[in-house]
């Protein structure tokens, strides 16, 4: 009997729910480090260094940058390919959920469909982001990601992308805890309230912590607009420069 | 002697049916306004009878037990699937407007075949215990004794009156019209912890390990917020869904 089992849709669910555990954690854990910038210009730019191996190399080596942008955009494409099986097939489905959605006036539905343009709008913004990140890895720092934001403009795309993935993200992670956490059935209601509590307030915080930071990364660039190019040197760094 | 305090809430309810009879070929949907005085402990089931006793004889609707029980009355309350004998009138507005239960076949006005549905449902997922030797089983023989807290896990399951809620309130199965629903996955949970029930997880599988069981599921919990007997379909659809990926 169990050599005959059609394992692919037990796979694909399980393999859409760990590529998306994985971006989940992975984007909380990325939004830390990016607003290290909240903590000042060095703070910043030794988590830079950090991630392009500085302290384990003795010097940095940015292509290591490259290389998770690379594990991440391949994440988004499984997880990406795996969710459109639920898409709506065809404008008939499409209009089916629509009116459904809209009659029933229920959160969790709707919260679905957000989920929905939320990842469509991902396909695009993530995937200009990562491309950045995965052709210029050395191009991250208190200067260069400001300068990037403030004089490439990239605060526009950079802001619409904190709003699809914390959206995406936390619902996304509300819905995994749903559909596979063993929740007893007599204390369901209150967990699930609970997780949706958590929902809310971890989608607040990371939207408070990312509208913080990319603001701070604008007000640095458009300081530093007329030397835009030229790279942070760490404070340590300029008193040896001085003192030669 | 005792009286029972009636208090007239004197408000004019304004109900709209979605009316449709598919056996008449000059039939075209519409919506037909009603109106009645609105009485105390008024529910959508006794509104509709009043209806159809006082003002069109020819509405169609389905009722049985009154009582929450036979799961017949299930329709689209302002959007929303629910029973109309669990439903008073004092929690809508002045306006309501009444459709069947979609994703079911339309027999006429709120009338719907769920029982259609269900015995298709059914037979698909074979919802009954299987076993070896029923043949040789004595049924007149007391039954092996159950933990009555495994008992009481079945029953709670077991309280599913197949009145279509969860299928018209999943946006899964309103998109996919083979997907099983909740109530054919809350089903398979049930039939899969009966210890009478000699199939495997792989065997369970075989029936609800695909796009139109378990794995088709979105988790909207559409099916959770709307079912008139409060099951606690959420869970029982994690613990399938663990299962079965288990089972691979």
Same mark, same amino acid.
């Given at each position: 009997m169990a050599t005959s089992l059609d394992k692919g849709p037990a796979r694909a669910d399980v393999l859409q729910s760990l590529t998306g555990l994985l971006l989940v954690l992975f984007i909380w854990g990325h939004m830390f480090f990016e607003s290290s910038i909240l903590l000042g210009k060095d703070a910043m730019y030794w988590v830079s260094k950090m991630f392009e191996g500085e302290p384990v190399f003795g010097k940095p080596y940015p292509l290591l940058v490259s290389g998770v942008g690379v594990i991440i955009f391949t994440l988004i494409a499984v997880h990406a390919i795996l969710a459109m099986?639920?898409?709506?097939?065809s404008y008939r489905q499409y209009q089916q959920f629509n009116s459904h959605m809209s009659d029933m006036r229920h959160p969790d539905t709707t919260l679905w469909y957000v989920q929905v343009v939320t990842g469509f709008a991902m396909f695009f913004l993530a995937s200009a982001h990562l491309v950045v990140v995965i052709l210029?890895?050395?191009?991250?720092?208190?200067y260069a990601s400001s300068d990037r934001i403030w004089s490439g403009h990239f605060w526009i795309l950079y802001a619409l992308l904190l709003v699809s993935v914390h959206l995406h993200a936390g619902i996304g992670a509300y819905r995994l805890a749903m559909k596979w956490a063993p929740i007893p059935a007599a204390s369901s209601k209150v967990t699930r309230r609970r997780f949706k509590l958590a929902m809310w307030c971890i989608i607040a915080f990371f939207l408070c912590l990312g509208t913080a930071s990319l603001v701070t990364y604008m007000k640095i660039g458009k300081q530093h607009a007329p030397h835009a190019g030229e790279r942070y040197i760490p404070t340590h760094k300029q008193a040896i420069q001085e003192s030669e | 002697m005792n009286q029972i305090p009636v208090h007239q809430a004197g408000r004019t309810l304004r109900i709209q049916v979605l009316r449709h009879n598919p $056996?008449?070929?000059?039939s075209v949907p519409q919506l037909q306004t009603f109106e009645l005085e609105e009485a105390d402990s008024m529910t959508l089931f006794i509104a509709l009878n009043e209806i159809r006793e006082r003002? &069109? *004889?020819s509405l169609q609707f389905d009722f049985v037990? $009154?009582?929450?029980? #036979? +799961?017949?009355?299930?329709m689209i309350i302002n959007g929303r699937p629910g029973l109309a004998c669990r439903t008073? /009138?004092? &929690?809508? *507005? &002045?306006n309501i407007v009444l459709a069947p239960l979609p994703a079911f076949e339309l027999i006429g006005d709120l009338s719907v075949n769920t029982g259609k549905w269900m015995r298709g449902m059914s037979e698909r997922l074979e919802t009954w215990v299987h076993t070896q030797g029923l043949e040789q089983l004595d049924v007149d023989a007391i039954e092996e004794a159950m933990e009555p807290a495994l008992a009481e896990q079945i029953y709670e399951l077991e309280r599913?009156? @197949? #009145?279509g809620c969860c299928v018209a309130a999943c946006g899964t199965a309103r998109m996919r019209e083979d997907f099983v629903g909740a109530v054919g996955l809350n089903q398979i949970t049930r039939f899969r912890l009966d *210890?009478? &029930? @000699?199939?495997t997880d792989a065997e369970f599988y075989e029936l609800v390990g695909d796009e139109s069981g378990?794995? +088709? #599921?979105? /988790?909207?919990?559409g099916c959770e917020d709307m079912c008139p007997k409060d099951l606690p379909l959420a869970t029982q659809i994690a613990f399938l869904r663990r299962r079965m990926a288990a089972a691979v």
């Open positions: 099986r639920k898409f709506p097939g210029q890895p050395d191009n991250i720092g208190p | $056996r008449d070929p000059a003002q &069109d *004889p037990c $009154r009582a929450g029980i #036979c +799961g017949s009355c299930g008073l /009138t004092r &929690d809508l *507005p &002045d599913c009156i @197949e #009145c *210890p009478r &029930d @000699e199939r378990v794995f +088709g #599921c979105m /988790t909207l919990l």
